[in-house]
């Protein structure tokens, strides 16, 4: 039986790792088998190649290559961790996705879209996201090039990253059935009670869906 595979999205400082860490705690809790991962990373080649695209000395790298290495980190990902795990029947939550290369490599740097998609399919199989969340929130370019530690993505113009959270509506107005827009409050929790109600409705109505019709 084919496990649910759930996938948080949004822009940079949103509360992605906050959020999906205290959802995978609360799915456990109530008995699923669980799995957290993240992009790109969660293998060791994956964190490799995390490093290499984070790091601000490599200011050179061209979009192209870019978006090829989160594609190879990502292949790595699902034949290595997630496959196996839905394989398994587990509910596996990744912090990032499919969805943040259209919106970070698409939109935001100008890469074609029918492209990324073309090698995306090639990456990933048919292991696609049953639910993705997306959260709604924004930082400026300003904020993000003054934060503490920021990486060579958070470095990049305010107009960038405009532009990405665009790219993520764009993609929610496409897909409303499987993205789900998720407005981030300054209480963390509450923001955490939205993200478990819609996953939990998720998660039954799958269910149901496997059950066998009653005989009459």
Same mark, same amino acid.
């Given at each position: 039986m084919r496990g649910t595979f759930i996938t948080l999205e949004g822009p940079e400082k949103s509360g992605k790792s906050t959020q999906i860490r205290l959802l995978s705690l609360a799915l456990k809790k109530r008995g699923f088998k669980t799995l957290f991962v993240r992009e790109p990373g969660s293998t060791k080649i994956g964190e490799k190649i995390r490093r290499i695209l984070l790091d601000k000395k490599h200011n050179e790298m061209s979009v192209l290559t870019e978006m090829m290495l989160y594609m190879s980190a990502r292949a790595q990902l699902v034949d290595q961790v997630i496959r196996p795990a839905l394989e398994k029947g587990m509910i596996v939550l990744c912090d990032r996705f499919l969805d943040?290369?259209?919106?970070?490599?698409?939109?935001? *740097?100008? @890469?074609?879209?029918?492209?990324?998609?073309? %090698?995306?399919?090639?990456?990933?199989?048919?292991?696609?996201?049953? @639910?993705?969340? @997306?959260?709604?929130?924004?930082?400026?370019?300003?904020?993000?090039?003054?934060?503490?530690?920021?990486?060579?993505?958070?470095?990049?113009? *305010? %107009?960038?990253?405009?532009? %990405?959270?665009?790219?993520?509506?764009?993609?929610?107005?496409?897909?409303?059935?499987?993205?789900?827009?998720?407005? %981030?409050?300054k209480d963390i929790d509450k923001t955490q009670k939205t993200i478990q109600e819609v996953v939990l409705k998720c998660l039954f109505k799958k269910s149901s869906a496997k059950k066998p019709p009653l005989r009459s």
């Open positions: 943040s290369t259209l919106a970070y490599q698409g939109f935001g *740097c100008g @890469l074609d879209v029918a492209l990324i998609k073309n %090698v995306g399919r090639i990456a990933i199989g048919d292991v696609e996201p049953d @639910l993705t969340l @997306l959260l709604d929130f924004w930082k400026s370019g300003e904020y993000l090039r003054n934060h503490k530690t920021p990486d060579r993505i958070e470095m990049r113009s *305010c %107009v960038f990253h405009q532009k %990405v959270k665009k790219g993520y509506f764009a993609l929610a107005r496409r897909e409303p059935q499987r993205i789900k827009i998720i407005r %981030v409050q």
